[in-house]
């Protein structure tokens, strides 16, 4: 039997019903691990339209309040008050805004980590050294100025927040389509906790993901918090 996309929870950010997703919620992804990287990628592009669309309609106030909401969840969560070295990323476009939490994690004393996107999409990575540590960069990325570590240097990380469009309960996540994530997250111990910071709402059902696809170990989100994974 096919199975539905359906969304976790009813949408109190997009402010959106759950037939609203219908260009994509009545598709299996069940099957998603053997079906032709073609047809898997579709699906993925059609959930991420979806996605943007709604991220496109919150205002500048949202997404800060947002981030603002996620900076306290964050910094509220135990593994954060454990992490010496944090990787993050700044945050664009539509994206819950980020710069409030990389700030407060690196005043409270975390080593901060932030991504250098390499032409072939795979990320380097370089401290965080205050806010005028940081460049303007390719796609209107704001990007560390700092020496790069390397593309491994995320694996020096006791903490990884990640962004994502979506994802589902078994930690499957949905970006933005360049696969960057994908290979900073293989590089990523076991062990590590690895957080994907998402709008209320984007927690679903079931995210299409295939064989290339990392998954994450938590979410978190402005009004509901933490829910761990997996
Ligand atoms: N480990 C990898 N090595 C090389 N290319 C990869 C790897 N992982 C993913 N890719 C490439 O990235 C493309 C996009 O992947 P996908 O649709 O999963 O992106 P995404 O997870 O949404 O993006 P991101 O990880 O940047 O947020 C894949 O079709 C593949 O070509
Ligand atoms: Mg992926």
Redesign the pocket.
């Known amino acids: 039997m096919l199975e539905t996309l359906t969304r976790s929870t009813d949408d109190p950010v997009h402010g959106m019903a759950e037939n609203d997703h219908a260009a994509w919620r009545t598709e299996t992804t069940r099957a998603a691990k053997t079906m032709p990287?073609s047809e898997?990628?579709r699906r993925?592009?059609l959930l991420?339209k979806d996605l943007q669309a709604a991220r496109a309609r919150l205002g500048e106030a949202r997404r800060a309040a947002a981030g603002r909401a996620l900076m306290n969840v964050i910094l509220d969560m135990p593994e954060t008050g454990m992490a010496g070295t944090v990787a993050a990323y700044v945050s664009i476009g539509s994206e819950p805004q980020t710069a409030g939490l990389i700030y407060a994690l690196w005043k409270r004393g975390s080593y901060v980590l932030l991504p250098v996107l390499l032409a072939?999409?795979?990320l380097d990575w370089a401290s965080y050294e205050g806010p005028d540590s940081l460049a303007p960069g390719p796609h209107g990325l704001l990007q560390p100025t700092e020496p790069r570590r390397g593309v491994t240097g995320i694996a020096s990380a006791d903490l990884v927040i990640?962004?994502?469009?979506a994802v589902d309960h078994e930690g499957n996540?949905?970006?933005?389509?360049?696969?960057?994530?994908?290979?900073?997250?293989?590089r990523v111990g076991p062990v590590v906790p690895t957080i994907a910071l998402l709008y209320d709402g984007e927690l679903l059902g079931e995210v299409p993901?295939?064989p290339?696809?990392?998954r994450v170990r938590t979410v978190a989100q402005p009004a509901t918090g933490v829910t761990r994974l997996g």
């Open positions: 990287e898997l990628a993925k592009s991420r072939d999409k795979d990640v962004p994502a469009l996540r949905l970006g933005r389509g360049g696969g960057s994530y994908d290979r900073a997250l293989a993901a295939g290339h696809d990392r």
